[in-house]
């Protein structure tokens, strides 16, 4: 100790040691609860004191933090009698309504960031996550995230592959068969119903970008050294009529004309499920004009569901 | 009732955690820290506070004085932080500068300044780098209609009971609700109201919103829970992952399931059920299911 304290220019004389070992031990009981022979043996091993501390001196240490605003308990007999800090001052106080507030900002932005933004948020929640003891917002603050199922090495691949727009392999475990080797142009990694999913161009989906719920690719994707997949898609353009003028668009949807009582848009897409989708939701408000087939996919689907209905006996 | 503390203690560990805590509240004036050793002879004290520096010195805790003030450059009992995190707390800053005011601005505000207090050196390092290459923007966010969104969310901070006039599919709708919160999505900005009339949660886009004006002295009334049960089936039911606010009431032998949502406002509901086209149906409440044979019926009329 002395040694030390000699080749960093302070003096035994010049420092409290009864202060350096209480620091120490609210150190050590901030890492786990820890049991006496845990911080006898924690003192003795430390380089510069070299020496145990006795029961009393440890019940004096404890009362003193106690006095600072900690409570510190002492477990069960069988569970090694081990000091448990409870409640400790110093360390970051984050309140309920903190965390709630952090979740809900969160949830607003996770289609507007970055995948790598995602991720480092996530981590950073994680992080949070262990200075809270409340369960609920420990949940809260796990479900918060569209990467809650997702294997976070996997995703930093996918990231870099969609920055490099690389041809990969994918073991995808697809909810209608078993798992299956896909090959993918990534092209970029989007957020919708708070998951995440890797889209890009595969030869096994002909005239649409797929996409991969990143949480079902189960195996480190591969990298290929030659890309084979041809990049090209013709987007789909989809003329619709929409029945109210408030009603909020998405980026890929175009105002071509406007009347008094109704709006002309075109919606350019890449996936023609999701655009159903899309269209679908908007309901009774929107009419597609063009092209014809798409028209009368929807038509067909809006009979098929009326039939469902008919069916459960309405 | 004042905690009753055990009898022996330890000076020198109250003097130094109480040197510690002036520190890391960053309260650490000279007068204060002085104040510690009040009980040391006073010709000594300086001496003795030179001692407690030194100790956490030893310990790792590196201390500055700046005018009349003692910073602590690094926090061993704090987090410890990374460039991901100081990533993330920089997007929570963009974020609140564009947030209007509110609980919600209110909230984030007093995190971010607690937790940039406890920046050690290295933090600090990193946060000043990610300031200088800084590329986010929210600033499209909320900004129309900052005005609306500040009355809408004082109306949810006091639980108001409001009347509330709004355009739904191009029509002007009146009603009676409680404001129950705000919520923020991509670009967006809702308020979730209670329905009296109804007894139905639903999310009011705050740009549709024409008047909204609290009714005094009245209280909010009980609310009931609402629920929604519907059935999937096929490629939709072995996929689809249950929601925080669902559970599966049941699963057939071919893989179809029944599912409850709770508490799902009426308008989203619908919206999202749609969406799986026939591979969803919707069982009760009547009035939710006839609304969606209803939105049906007039989708299929657009192309008869």
């Given at each position: 100790m002395k040694?030390?304290?000699?080749?960093?220019?302070?003096?035994?004389?010049?420092?409290?040691?009864?202060?350096f070992k209480s620091m120490m031990l609210l150190s050590y009981l901030m890492e786990a609860p820890r049991s006496y022979e845990e911080i006898r043996q924690y003192f003795k091993d430390n380089e510069y004191i070299h020496e145990t501390i006795s029961i009393d001196t440890l019940r004096v240490y404890i009362?003193?933090?106690?006095?600072?605003?900690?409570?510190?308990?002492?477990?069960r007999k069988a569970e090694g009698s081990k000091y448990k800090l409870l409640v400790n001052p110093f360390a970051l106080h984050i309140t309920n309504d903190q965390i709630k507030s952090l979740v809900k900002i969160f949830k607003s932005i996770t289609k507007t960031i970055d995948a790598e933004d995602l991720l480092a948020i996530t981590r950073f929640f994680e992080k949070i996550s262990r200075l809270i003891t409340n369960e609920d917002l420990k949940s809260a603050l796990a479900n918060a995230s569209p990467l809650k199922k997702v294997n976070q090495e996997i995703l930093e691949i996918l990231i870099n592959a969609c920055r490099r727009n690389d041809e990969i392999t994918i073991d995808y475990h697809s909810p209608s068969?078993?798992?299956?080797?896909i090959d993918v142009l990534a092209e970029k990694l989007l957020v919708s119903g708070n998951k995440i999913y890797l889209c890009g161009i595969s030869p096994q989906y002909k005239n649409t970008t797929a996409r991969f719920l990143v949480s079902r690719i189960i195996e480190k994707p591969v990298i290929k050294l030659q890309k084979t997949i041809d990049a090209k898609l013709e987007p789909l353009i989809i003329g619709c009529e929409?029945?109210?003028?408030?009603?909020?668009?998405?980026?890929?949807?175009?105002?071509?004309?406007?009347?008094?009582?109704?709006?002309?848009?075109?919606?350019?897409?890449?996936?023609?499920?999701?655009?159903?989708?899309?269209?679908?939701?908007?309901?009774?408000?929107?009419?597609?004009?063009?092209?014809?087939?798409?028209?009368?996919?929807?038509?067909?689907?809006?009979?098929?569901?009326?039939?469902?209905?008919?069916?459960?006996?309405? | 009732m004042q905690k009753k503390?055990?009898?022996?203690?330890?000076?020198?560990?109250?003097?130094i955690f109480k040197l510690y805590k002036l520190l890391y509240e960053d309260k650490a004036v000279y007068k204060d820290v002085i104040d510690i050793f009040?009980?040391?002879?006073?010709?000594?004290?300086?001496?003795?506070?030179?001692?407690?520096?030194?100790?956490?010195k030893v310990f790792g805790i590196k201390v500055n004085k700046i005018n009349n003030k003692f910073v602590m450059q690094n926090n061993p009992f704090g987090l410890k932080l990374d460039m991901n995190d100081i990533r993330s707390i920089d997007i929570f800053e963009q974020f609140v500068k564009i947030l209007p005011n509110g609980k919600t601005r209110k909230n984030l505000e007093a995190f971010l300044k607690m937790i940039?207090?406890?920046?050690?050196?290295?933090?600090?390092?990193?946060?000043?780098?990610?300031?200088?290459?800084?590329?986010?923007?929210?600033?499209?966010?909320?900004?129309?209609?900052?005005?609306?969104?500040?009355?809408?969310?004082?109306?949810?901070?006091?639980?108001?009971?409001?009347?509330?006039?709004?355009?739904?599919?191009?029509?002007?709708?009146?009603?009676?609700?409680?404001?129950?919160?705000?919520?923020?999505?991509?670009?967006?900005?809702?308020?979730?109201v209670y329905k009296l009339d109804n007894q139905q949660l639903e999310n009011i886009l705050v740009s549709n919103i024409i008047e909204i004006e609290s009714i005094p002295n009245q209280k909010s009334q009980m609310e009931l829970p609402s629920s929604v049960t519907y059935k999937i089936?096929?490629?939709?039911?072995?996929?689809?992952?249950?929601?925080?606010?669902?559970?599966?009431?049941?699963?057939?032998?071919?893989?179809?399931?029944?599912?409850?949502?709770?508490?799902?406002?009426?308008?989203?509901?619908l919206k999202r059920l749609i969406r799986y086209s026939n591979e969803c149906v919707i069982l009760a409440p009547k009035n939710i299911k006839n609304s969606m044979i209803n939105t049906i019926n007039d989708m299929l009329k657009n192309y008869e």
């Open positions: 040694e030390f304290l000699k080749t960093n220019k302070v003096t035994y004389n010049l420092m409290s040691f009864t202060g009362n003193s933090l106690e006095r600072l605003g900690c409570t510190i308990i002492r477990g068969s078993s798992v299956k080797k929409i029945y109210d003028k408030n009603y909020p668009l998405l980026e890929n949807e175009k105002i071509i004309s406007e009347d008094n009582d109704k709006l002309t848009i075109e919606i350019t897409s890449d996936n023609k499920f999701l655009t159903t989708q899309r269209i679908l939701s908007m309901g009774n408000i929107c009419k597609v004009i063009y092209p014809q087939s798409f028209k009368d996919d929807i038509y067909s689907i809006l009979k098929k569901m009326k039939e469902e209905y008919l069916a459960e006996k309405i | 503390f055990k009898e022996k203690y330890n000076e020198s560990c109250i003097k009040t009980e040391d002879d006073e010709d000594k004290q300086h001496v003795i506070l030179n001692k407690y520096l030194n100790t956490l940039l207090s406890k920046f050690d050196e290295n933090a600090n390092k990193m946060y000043a780098s990610i300031k200088s290459t800084n590329t986010a923007d929210f600033s499209f966010y909320y900004s129309d209609f900052r005005e609306q969104i500040e009355k809408c969310e004082t109306f949810c901070q006091e639980s108001s009971i409001v009347d509330l006039k709004y355009l739904y599919k191009g029509k002007t709708l009146k009603c009676r609700c409680h404001a129950k919160q705000m919520i923020y999505d991509n670009k967006h900005a809702y308020i979730q089936k096929g490629r939709l039911a072995s996929a689809y992952n249950i929601k925080e606010n669902e559970y599966v009431q049941e699963v057939f032998s071919d893989g179809s399931k029944i599912i409850v949502a709770k508490n799902e406002p009426t308008d989203e509901i």
